[in-house]
């Protein structure tokens, strides 16, 4: 059983993502244009699972299947689009994880709505501190409960993420 644990931040999670980023260059080649952090490990000062979620951005999202057995070299298991159509989703650690990757095409909408997020509360500590004590009390209340901790901060997170969404069209144009 997963248990949901939110901790302060840790300075070595940049770390981690890039010794982590380095083996996914590795595997996926030239099918990669960029590779992003994301995600609240990616926000310094913000509370977070202690989970490195990780965005590569390829050319071509349909070619990521074949990538599988060396991801799974590497510790990860495949979880083919987990939910959310046209991304290709990896994790490593089973219950205890330690990193998500999470496989867009270039172009897709959700890379955006995760850098808006990601830079928005980079940019906003008052909401960065807010999410981040909700993320703790969530944790407290349900700690072995991780579909409650989730609908617990849908609405926070839906929130930020409508404004992020708006600042971050403005901060790029």
Do not use: C
């Amino acid at each position: 059983m997963r248990k949901v644990e939110v901790t302060s931040y840790d300075g070595d999670w940049p770390m981690k993502f890039e010794e982590e980023s380095k083996q996914l260059h590795h595997i996926f080649g030239s099918e990669m244009i960029e590779i992003h952090h994301i995600g609240s490990t990616s926000v310094k000062g913000l509370k977070a699972k202690p989970i490195i979620d990780i965005m590569p951005v390829v050319k071509n999202i349909s070619w990521i299947d074949k990538f599988d057995a060396e991801m799974i070299n590497i510790g990860y298991e495949p979880k083919g689009e987990n939910g959310i159509s046209d991304r290709r989703f990896f994790q490593k650690g089973g219950d205890d994880r330690t990193h998500h990757v999470h496989v867009y095409e270039r172009g897709d909408p959700e890379i955006k709505r995760h850098l808006a997020f990601r830079d928005y509360l980079r940019k906003h500590p008052d909401i960065l501190k807010n999410y981040g004590d909700l993320k703790e009390e969530l944790s407290n209340l349900f700690p072995n409960d991780i579909e409650s901790y989730i609908k617990g901060k849908a609405q926070m997170v839906s929130e930020i993420e409508s404004k992020a969404l708006v600042w971050y069209q403005g901060f790029k144009s």
